[in-house]
């Protein structure tokens, strides 16, 4: 069965801590996303890799640095968390011209 | 930039009936894919359907089938006979293939909520 697992499920993290969040994919895909979801404004692309160590900013990175040096394994950072970073953070990742899998879901709390 | 709008916030439809979601796109490109996802409140995201733009023939899975309009930019979802189940998060997404800018870049609609009532 396809998989792709997001470390953590909850997290709460102070303001000004550096948090990773990791997705790790089993499916050998080439593109890998990371989602933010809040209510009202559906899921908004932070940024996407396509090949390893390939990154494209999506429209809302400001804040968050990513990192992919194995194909299957992409990271998100928030250098410095605040608490507008507070949200569900969804993890993604697809072939080309194929259907997205997706994580279960990082609930973030920033406090 | 690619953008997906769906203009319908939230939708009730009773057990067994059928339901039309709708969703517009912006984009100047010619071959693309068009995907309706379902997030139930387990929040897990569900591949419902997919379009291919360059096929004319509308997608169908069972109960769940597309008008695809591409020179109005329109991929509405049509639900047949629907069901307690069905009740979810419902959102369209747009995926440019690989080549030039935006190439793979999969964006999403803000999504419409609906509810299926017994």
């Known amino acids: 069965d396809v998989k792709v697992t997001q470390s953590s499920r909850y997290l709460v993290k102070r303001t000004g801590e550096k948090v990773f969040l990791e997705c790790v994919q089993d499916?050998?895909?080439?593109?890998m996303f990371w989602y933010r979801q809040d209510p009202g404004l559906g899921l908004r692309l932070i940024y996407f890799?396509?090949?390893?160590?390939?990154?494209e900013k999506g429209d809302i990175p400001e804040g968050y640095s990513v990192s992919r040096e194995k194909k299957e394994r992409f990271s998100l950072i928030l250098e410095s968390a605040s608490t507008n970073q507070t949200s569900m953070y969804l993890c993604?990742?697809?072939?080309?011209?194929?259907?997205?899998?997706f994580g279960q879901g990082t609930r973030l709390t920033v406090v | 930039a690619q953008t997906v709008t769906q203009s319908q916030p939230e939708m009730s439809v009773q057990e067994a009936e059928t339901v039309t979601l709708s969703c517009t796109y912006d984009?100047?490109?010619?071959?693309?894919?068009l995907f309706w996802y379902k997030q139930p409140p387990s929040r897990q995201m569900i591949l419902v359907i997919r379009?291919?733009?360059?096929?004319?023939q509308n997608a169908t899975e069972n109960r769940f089938s597309v008008n695809f309009q591409k020179a109005a930019k329109s991929f509405s979802l049509k639900i047949s006979d629907s069901q307690l189940g069905d009740t979810a998060m419902y959102f369209c997404?747009?995926?440019?293939?690989?080549?030039?800018?935006?190439?793979?870049?999969?964006?999403f609609g803000a999504g419409t909520i609906l509810r299926v009532k017994s």
């Open positions: 997404a747009f995926m440019k293939p690989r080549g030039g800018e935006y190439g793979n870049k999969l964006v």
């Open positions: 890799s396509y090949d390893v160590k390939m990154k």
């Open positions: 499916m050998d895909h080439e593109n």
């Open positions: 984009t100047s490109e010619n071959n693309y894919y």
């Open positions: 379009q291919e733009a360059y096929k004319q």
């Open positions: 993604a990742s697809s072939q080309s011209r194929g259907k997205a899998f």
